[in-house]
């Protein structure tokens, strides 16, 4: 950027009286909507002549201007020497004095700017935006589209790159738009991008962000009991229950089967967990048990399923080995800021008996391991926001473990790390409630359960009740029978609006009832109440009736519904 400021501090007093021809209410007509309504503090980057400052400065409220050319700042602060605004000589993508002020921002506006960073600076620069904006603060960007000018150092801008860093950086684009430029060039555009800091206004997501952010990291661990909690809050939410109205607790075999399938491919893959160690070396929880899992699909790694002899032991003492490490590592320096007290505490045996004949991945051996104590606020935060927070996890490990990968002389390939992090949901297999669905037509009558038609083998489909697209759940809870054209050209890819989900609540229960619970020794029963009961929000015990699978069923379509806006499906024209 050195040689972009030489050509600001040659063309300073020309630059900003042409700045100054345009009103910055003009100019930010855009966002003023957005800015704080009460009094709050502007971060100005890339001040230049000193006009959005100022402006800023009389809507009430408190700025402080960063300008890298000197004598850009000289005459901005001659021109504006009668508004309170503070004047800073720094840059991106490092803004070490600004950091050094000890001060964090409502709104940071950076207008006319991004393109004077290097594309290789670009991570670093968004991540110290990010750390210096508060709780639900705004980060305000204007990117210029138009003719390259070498001799003042533009680099190319995309609205798609700044997408993917506030993705990795736990935040949102709120609003996008395009304006023509206003000192009249025609072959210049400006594409302006308000991006937000998510705030539950309860203090966890700062928390969070300072863990994956800011914490220290002799390993990767921290960040993946982060993200261990992220996937059960997202496919197992219901093996959490409260302890008291501050705490959720979750079984520490839940918490430590989840962290062996996360870490199973990286392993797989050779990709290393902290500076020192290739594979299985050097990892607390990845000892010979955990090797032998090597033939174990990670699909077969989830609640339900039963595994016996060799393999049983095998997965029973890796699940020890694997609390044991939780507990001797990221619990124990997971701490709040400043402080030595776990944030995540961990209660009860953490290491059960030896293995039995055989395990069931069920409620009561998952919490024979102990329990996780999770802050409340810290759990819903999770839940609510865990599609900002994962991928901000994911992109912090890839960057740690390039940062190991070059310590060990490896260079580690973004495309190849991102495949092995990529959680692998449930196939999508419906063949079990097909067959299902099949053998009742023999017998007896069966409907679609949101049109009410009776179904055939021809028209026969099975139907993801909360889409796949959205939320990949292969339970058989969630698995119904519905008319092949409502399935494929109608439902589709939405959610059952509440509505309709009341209407087909009698005909999902004769479902239910009929395909899982009228033989409860048939193998299909307990794992249909096991799944239920792990990711349905609410139902806790596997053995509750079905009605309250069907009242946790809408608790979860609401979360859906509010958490990821997915779209409704009111019904057919066949109802």
Known sequence: MTD?????????????????????????????????????????????????????????????AVEPSGNMRAAARQRYEDRPIQWLDDSLPGLERTFKSGLSFDV????????HVAPSDRTRAFRKL???????????????????????????????????????HGAFIERQGSADDLLGRTDIRWTHLAIRLPDDGTGALPLLRHIILNDDKSSTYKLGLLRTLCRIADGAGGAAGAVDDDHVAIPMGLVALTWIRLYKPLL???????????????LGFA?????????????????????????????????????????????????????????????????ASRAPVGIRLDGPYLASFGTMRVPAHLWVAIQRFSAWIEPAIIAEWIRVTQRYGTKQGRALDEARLAAAMTWSDPSRDVRVPRERAEQLLATRRLYCVWSGKRLTAVNLDIDHCLPWTVWPCGDLWNLMPAHRKVNQHEKRDRLPADPLLRTAQDRILDWWNAAYRENPDHPLAQRFALEASASLPGVGAADADLDSYYSALNLQRLRLKQNQQVPEWSGTPYL
């Open 108 to 115: 940071i506006l950076l207008s006319a700017v991004w393109m």
């Open 4 to 64: 972009a400021i030489s050509w600001y501090d040659a063309r300073a007093e020309e630059r900003a009286d042409r700045y100054e021809t345009v009103p910055a209410e003009r100019i930010h007509h855009w966002l003023e909507d957005l800015l704080p309504s009460k009094a709050g503090t502007v971060l100005d980057v890339g001040a230049g002549s000193g006009r959005d400052a100022a402006w800023l400065v009389s809507q009430g409220y408190d700025v402080v």
């Open 268 to 282: 797989i893959a050779d990709l290393p967990q902290n500076p020192s160690n290739r594979g299985c070396e050097r």
């Open 130 to 168: 990010i750390t210096l904006l508060k709780p639900g603060g705004l980060l305000a960007i204007t990117l210029r589209q138009g003719p390259a000018e070498p001799e003042r150092r533009f680099h190319p801008v995309s609205e798609e790159e700044l997408r993917k860093l506030a993705r990795d």
């Open 287 to 351: 000892k010979t048990a955990f090797r032998k899992l090597g033939e174990i699909s990670h699909h077969d790694l989830r609640v339900g399923m039963p595994f016996t002899g060799d393999t049983g032991a095998a997965l029973h003492q890796a699940i020890k080995d694997a609390v044991r490490t939780i507990v001797q590592m990221p619990v124990r320096y997971m701490t709040y800021p400043n402080g030595t007290r776990p944030i995540l505490p961990v209660h009860g045996p953490v290491t």
